[in-house]
C-alpha cells in the first residue's frame, strides 16, 4: 500500500506503520497531487512494486480561513481547486491507466473523499471549498459511469462535522464541539468512522457499488 503525503512525513509514517502492524505492506512516497510531474512520478515509483494497482483513495483536501465570497482572491481559489479538484482527476486519471480491462488491468476501485459541504455550502465559512468539492461529487458519478464496463468501481464518501486537525486550518479548532448541537446525532463523527466506509467501498462486500455516495454526518 501507497501512503502519499505532500509535507506531514510523520503523520505518513505513522500510517505506514498501522498497516504492517497488521500484516500488510506499505511504504510511504512525497507528492504534491496538484503538480501533474510529481503525480506521475509517484504512479510510476508505485508501478515499480510487484502488485498491479487495485484501488485508490483519494482523500488530500486543504482549507484555509473562514471567509465569504467577497473576500475571496483568485490566488486563494486556485490553490483550493488545484488541490481539490486538479489533484484528484490527475490521481483518477493514472489510476484508470494502470486499473482498465481494456489496458491489461484487473479492474479496481476507486473511492474519492467528498464533504457534504458539497450541499451545504458553507456559507461565510468555506464556499471555495465546499464548491471544489462539488466538482468531486461530479467527478465521481461521471467517471463511474465512463469506467464501469472496464471493471473500475468509483464511489464517494461525504463527511460531515469529524474531529480532525483540517478545522484548525480554517481558523476554529473547536469548530465541531461548536456545531455539534445543530447535528441530529448530537455529536461530531470520528475519522474511523469515515475510514470504514472507506474499506467497505473498496472490499468484495462493495462489488456491485458503483457512482454511489455516502454520507457520514450524523443526518446532517
Known sequence: ????????????????????????????????????????????????????????VNNAG?????????????????????????GYFLCCREAVKRMALKNGGSGGAIVNVSSVA???????EYVDYAASKGAIDTLTTGLSLEVAA????????????????????????GRVDRVKSNIPMQRGGQ??????????????KASYVTGSFIDLAGGK
Open 1 to 56: 500500500m501507497a501512503v502519499n503525503y505532500q509535507q506531514n512525513l510523520h503523520a505518513a509514517q505513522e500510517v505506514m506503520n498501522l498497516i504492517t502492524q497488521a500484516g500488510g505492506k506499505a511504504f510511504v512516497l512525497q507528492a504534491d497531487i496538484s503538480d501533474e510531474n510529481q503525480v506521475v512520478a509517484m504512479f510510476t515509483a508505485i508501478d515499480q512494486h510487484d502488485e498491479p494497482l487495485a484501488a485508490l
Open 62 to 86: 486543504i482549507l484555509f480561513t473562514q471567509c465569504t465570497v467577497e473576500n475571496l482572491t483568485a490566488e486563494r481559489i486556485n490553490r483550493v481547486l488545484s488541490t481539490n479538484v486538479t
Open 118 to 124: 458539497s450541499r451545504l455550502g458553507s456559507p461565510g
Open 150 to 173: 472496464q471493471g473500475i468501481r468509483v464511489n464517494c464518501v461525504r463527511p460531515g462535522f469529524i474531529y480532525t486537525e483540517m478545522h484548525a486550518s480554517g481558523g476554529e479548532p
Open 191 to 204: 475519522a474511523e468512522e469515515v475510514a470504514q466506509a472507506i474499506v467497505w467501498l473498496l472490499s468484495d
